[in-house]
């Protein structure tokens, strides 16, 4: 059996935290839990699984380590060290810290700086191979390493409720992320405000401090666009939590983003593939990773909107009373139990794996 650790959100147990040592180092990010947590659960379910995932422990010995999130000074010691040992480093990229900024920023700590991208380029090299989190990070990645695998975010469908949703007055139209991303919503602000007498916008979110590392005018701008357009803050909790929202409360998914950046190509798919996940027909612009999912759903369950025309023409099929929800959600939850459900990705990360380490 293949024994892989894990170090997330590059955070390694330090002395004298002695039960860091004992209980390894957790992260409490989402990423964190959907990346190795779910994986973990789903392999370890099989009594016969050729693999065994747990986060890193200095003391015990591994076939490899994944380096998920973790790029950091004492992230790229450790992998020096254990690659002198004879163990296979891996990489996990989740975002696109190669690529030299490009194009416009909207807060502070947005663009990737000079030493992160130096540092992915250190973790890359120090690496036996790199597991790209979309298919546009493949193609990054495949700049800089030889051995790479697109290996998609997991979604735990059984955390995914269904209630098939009808519109009862003013249309939901849900968003979730990090408070600080927020500002692409300003991305559709002519769209919201057009429809504004039609829709109710329901943010999932963090504390909304945040928003003060807005460059100007985002900000104001924002500000302004809440007072046009009913809304509600929902705090955010967990994935879990996020999840019942997603069936209990019903509407439409909304993932516009600003693709004037480097930086924004390379997210994944999981902030859409969680509520279709649920049923949620979904509304995005056209990231690479959202491309994939509309692919692979046969253009149902989700709408790619290249500008302003296209989202207002979205607009109007989901509030035309003519759009056929039953059949979008189906296509939705679908497409996410096929290519994105944990078990089907966790085959995948320990196939290649396995492969990376020769055991295959």
């Known amino acids: 059996m293949l024994e892989v650790g894990f170090v997330i959100d590059g955070l390694l147990p330090r002395w004298p935290r002695v039960w860091q040592w004992v209980r390894g180092c957790p992260s409490h990010s989402a990423v964190g839990e959907m990346r190795f947590g779910w994986i973990a659960e789903a392999l370890h379910a099989d009594a016969a699984a050729p693999v065994r995932y747990s986060l890193y422990r200095p003391w015990k010995s591994y076939d490899a380590v994944i380096f998920l999130k973790s790029m950091n000074a004492e992230s790229l010691r450790l992998a020096e060290s254990l690659r002198a040992r004879g163990t296979r480093i891996f990489f996990d990229v989740n975002v696109d810290y190669f690529t030299l900024a490009e ?117 104001s701008r924002f500000q302004d666009l809440l007072k046009a357009v009913e809304h509600e803050v929902v705090p955010f909790r967990s994935v879990r939590s996020l999840m019942q929202f997603y069936t209990a409360v019903g509407g439409v998914f909304i993932s516009p983003r600003f693709l004037d950046n480097s930086y ?49 023409a979205a607009f109007e099929s989901v509030l035309s009373g003519q759009f056929d929800f039953a059949m979008e959600e189906t296509a939705s939850r679908a497409v996410v139990e096929k290519h994105y459900s944990t078990p089907v990705v966790a085959a995948a990360h320990a196939k290649f794996v396995r492969e990376v380490c020769g055991a295959n």
């Open 103 to 219: 194009g416009t920023f909207y807060y502070r700590g947005m663009a990737p700086t000079a030493e992160q991208t130096a540092n992915a380029q250190r973790m890359a090299a120090l690496s036996h191979a790199l597991i790209a989190d979309s298919s546009h990070l493949a193609k990054i990645c495949g700049q800089h390493h030889s051995c790479v695998q697109w290996i998609s975010d997991d979604v735990d469908t059984r955390l995914a409720g269904y209630s098939p949703w009808k519109r009862d007055g003013k249309l939901n139209l849900l968003w979730s992320g990090e408070s600080v991303k927020l500002f692409e919503l300003l991305r559709i602000e002519a769209t919201l405000r057009k429809y504004a007498s039609h829709i109710r916008v329901i943010m999932v979110t963090n504390e909304l401090a945040a928003l003060d590392r807005w460059f100007d005018p985002w900000k």
């Open 264 to 312: 924004n190509w390379g997210h994944t798919e999981w902030k859409i593939t969680l509520p279709m996940a649920c049923g949620r027909v979904a509304l995005g612009s056209p990231l690479p990773s959202y491309r994939d999912v509309s692919e692979r759903s046969g253009g149902l369950g989700l709408r790619l909107c290249e500008d302003d025309d296209d989202w207002s």
